[in-house]
């Protein structure tokens, strides 16, 4: 069997997480990489391996069998999306939660018009996430979904701190409050307030001569991203910041707790969670999970866009379901 | 819409945990028991069901959308399960690990015969800790699943117990051991014996003048269910096997620690828990939403045999796709 071609677009970490999936694979292979920079100045880690200009994208079409957009959910996905699912196969991690069902609905009109198979959203949340979320509705339907992120870092939170004036750098940590996390594991299915669920503790460089008391006091209040935590902020030097907190680790917990019972008397708790090392390489290694999907599905005749929720576990595995029943069921 | 309609095959544990979780539902109900008892002297805890010699099952073909069986895995399923996948859509939640490939065969001859759709091995080991590892091990493909058991009650040594000469009753816990779970839960990825993983409590019931020793030596030495272990073994009275052992928690953990990166410096690991309170009440809950997927996937024209590896997680809920989207990736 020959392997399915993967497409990259866009090589930031979760492009070149996506690179190095495709590497523990046994069934795919990276068959070229799409970039907004000047292909020519471009340097991935495969050898051999061709990347061109995005806007030559059209002019690929036949060499991959799916691609997986690597870019942001503010502005790249909107636009790329239901372009690129015209023409091709495409996996995206499209997480602006609000804007799903546009968007789901936007590439969906591409993907059926192009007869092609477009998974989007995947990641861990959403993705692997909004997948416990479902499986244990389904399962305990009386009861109450908990999710917890972190500890880790929020690269939308980082970026916030780092556009207030006087800061150079920045890194937010994304901490749940461990006592919030022990009552929902106890079943007692407490009412939680957002201060009472995270904290956030941001490492902040600041400029020379910049007023930091200013700068804490912005980012303290500023509304959606951290006045309703409780926030601590510490100024470190540039070295510090490099030293302790270049890494992108991440993770958290999805928590239902439910009755079942005559009288509702029995308590089951489910939890699902994660401890990620780099939220960039792990997110892509799911991307490439669910590519291997999109071009099963396309090959057996499916059409439109998808989401984790329709793409049963089966799929995302390179051994055959009579492996699967023997050696994982 | 009307409602889908279930039929209860064996009216045990689980049949009676099926009953309650049909109440939890909006959108299934119970059609009727088919009992091997004299359905006559079978009272079920629903008003107006009607309760059946399974004998008479064929009679009652256009009476249910789908049967659960809710019949054991050593004598009652291997029979049954074929039989019935003829007539009727079915679940059933067979869990002889070894012999699954085989029951998958025979079930998915019959229900491909009969035009139906059965879905084998449901509830959470087989079932939900499978799809867990499946997941997993398709994200990291490089790592290791570990598989955790209680703390709970094991009904198949507690009955190994029970046959044991001398003993009146007995309840046997499986307990996972913590140090080889934090070991686990670290990433280290240890090399775990069947004796470093879990240990195993008896709380046995001797009757009258019957000989402990002897008692005590026979679990601890009995191959397969106890040799392999630590085992602790506590004589109590029948009073105190009522009063502190008589409910049937169970749960446990999947995990998978695996490696990303250039180099695999990268770790992560992903950890699916239960913490059940009734072990038939909470299998028969996922029985319930899998008989949903059964019924939906007949009614597309899906045949044969089916896993929860081949059931995209949307078909469990009574939720559209819309729905799902907007409110839970």
């Known amino acids: 069997m020959s392997k399915f071609r993967i497409g990259i677009v866009g090589y930031g970490n979760l492009g070149r997480g996506t690179e190095l999936a495709i590497r523990q694979t046994t069934d795919a292979e990276l068959a070229c990489v799409f970039t907004r920079r000047d292909p020519s100045a ?3 880690l495969t050898e051999g391996v061709p990347v061109y200009s995005v806007n030559d994208i059209a002019a690929h079409k036949n060499d991959v069998d799916v691609l997986i957009l690597c870019g942001g959910s503010a502005t790249d996905l909107p636009v790329q999306g239901p372009q690129l699912a015209e023409m091709f196969n495409t996996i995206d ?23 092609n198979v477009s998974i989007i959203s995947v990641g861990w949340d959403p993705g692997m996430f909004s997948v416990n979320r479902l499986y244990s509705s389904c399962i ?15 690269q939308g939170h980082s970026d916030a701190i780092r556009r ?7 890194r937010q940590y994304t901490i749940p409050v461990e006592s919030a996390v ?4 106890s079943g007692s299915n407490p009412a939680l307030t957002t201060r009472q669920k995270h904290t956030r503790e941001c490492f902040v460089v600041a400029k020379e001569g910049a007023d930091k008391a200013k700068i804490e006091s912005e980012i303290k209040n500023m509304p959606n991203y951290f006045a309703d ?3 601590t902020v510490h100024f470190i030097s540039e070295e510090e910041l490099k030293r302790d907190h270049s890494g992108l680790p991440h993770g958290g917990f999805v928590i239902r707790s439910g009755k079942t019972g005559e009288n509702k008397e029995t308590s089951h708790v489910i939890e699902y969670s994660l401890k990620l090392g780099s939220n960039p390489e792990f997110t892509s290694s799911i991307l490439v999970a669910y590519a291997r999907a999109a071009v099963r599905l396309s090959r057996e005749g ?9 793409i049963a576990p089966a799929y995302l595995s390179p051994k055959s379901g009579a492996e699967l029943r023997a050696e994982m069921l």
């Open 229 to 231: 935590y409780d926030t």
């Open 93 to 115: 991690s499209f997480d602006t939660h609000a804007k799903i069902p546009q968007y789901f609905d936007s590439v969906d009109a591409a993907a059926k018009k192009g007869g």
């Open 42 to 44: 471009l340097k991935i």
């Open 182 to 185: 022990e009552a929902v594991r």
């Open 302 to 310: 499916a059409v439109g866009a998808k989401t984790v929720f329709d």
């Open 164 to 170: 207030i004036e006087g800061v150079a750098d920045a």
């Open 140 to 154: 305990l339907p009386e009861g109450e979904n908990y999710t917890f992120w972190g500890k880790g870092v929020s």
